[in-house]
């Protein structure tokens, strides 16, 4: 008689947290306000705040959005607030930076409302290894967030995870 294969991986108590499962839907864009500077790098508010005006902000709708200047220009923080405030009522979210800053600052405001309640004292392994760009970040601050509530913390896949803490 052939003994039966048992998958203890779908029987054990293990808790598998995908932060893929949390990300966003919306586009996320870099949007250059340095083509609205004198010859990319002067900033005359009177010029600036014509092409505010004059911009069509609804296209972003539904948009995470990353606000950078592609030259050494200086820019002043007032410019930034001026275009974020056009681009409120439209996007999903604003930030000054990179696109990998925008994606950790999306997944910093996830997890700080994640509820972690249901992982008390259950063994957690937080899945690797996404298709959806989530930043390192994510899986620190998920990590941290966890520490005090959860048995033991992993990370992979249950069949080759790495452990990182366990309760004592």
């Given at each position: 008689?052939?003994?039966?294969?048992?998958?203890?991986?779908?029987?054990?108590?293990?808790?598998?947290?995908?932060?893929?499962?949390?990300?966003?839907?919306?586009?996320?864009?870099?949007?250059?306000?340095?083509?609205?500077?004198?010859?990319?790098?002067?900033?005359?508010?009177?010029?600036?705040?014509?092409?505010?005006?004059?911009?069509?902000?609804?296209?972003?709708?539904?948009?995470?959005?990353?606000?950078?200047?592609?030259?050494?220009?200086?820019?002043?923080?007032?410019?930034?607030?001026?275009?974020?405030?056009?681009?409120?009522p439209f996007v999903e979210k604003t930030i000054i930076g990179t696109l990998d800053q925008l994606e950790t600052s999306i997944y910093q405001e996830i997890i700080n409302n994640l509820d972690v309640s249901s992982y008390q004292d259950k063994p957690v392994i937080i899945k690797g290894c996404a298709n959806k760009p989530i930043p390192d970040n994510a899986y620190t601050m998920l990590t941290a967030k966890l520490h005090n509530v959860a048995k033991s913390v992993m990370y992979g896949e249950a069949c080759s995870s790495v452990p990182l803490y366990k309760k004592r």
């Amino acid at each position: 008689m052939a003994e039966e294969i048992i998958n203890r991986v779908a029987q054990s108590k293990l808790i598998t947290v995908d932060l893929e499962d949390y990300y966003p839907a919306g586009e996320r864009v870099l949007f250059d306000i340095s083509d609205w500077l004198m010859e990319g790098l002067i900033l005359r508010e009177k010029d600036f705040r014509k092409y505010v005006a004059e911009y069509d902000w609804s296209q972003h709708k539904g948009q995470y959005v990353s606000l950078i200047c592609s030259t050494d220009a200086i820019i002043p923080a007032w410019a930034y607030m001026l275009v974020s405030v056009h681009l409120t009522p439209f996007v999903e979210k604003t930030i000054i930076g990179t696109l990998d800053q925008l994606e950790t600052s999306i997944y910093q405001e996830i997890i700080n409302n994640l509820d972690v309640s249901s992982y008390q004292d259950k063994p957690v392994i937080i899945k690797g290894c996404a298709n959806k760009p989530i930043p390192d970040n994510a899986y620190t601050m998920l990590t941290a967030k966890l520490h005090n509530v959860a048995k033991s913390v992993m990370y992979g896949e249950a069949c080759s995870s790495v452990p990182l803490y366990k309760k004592r």
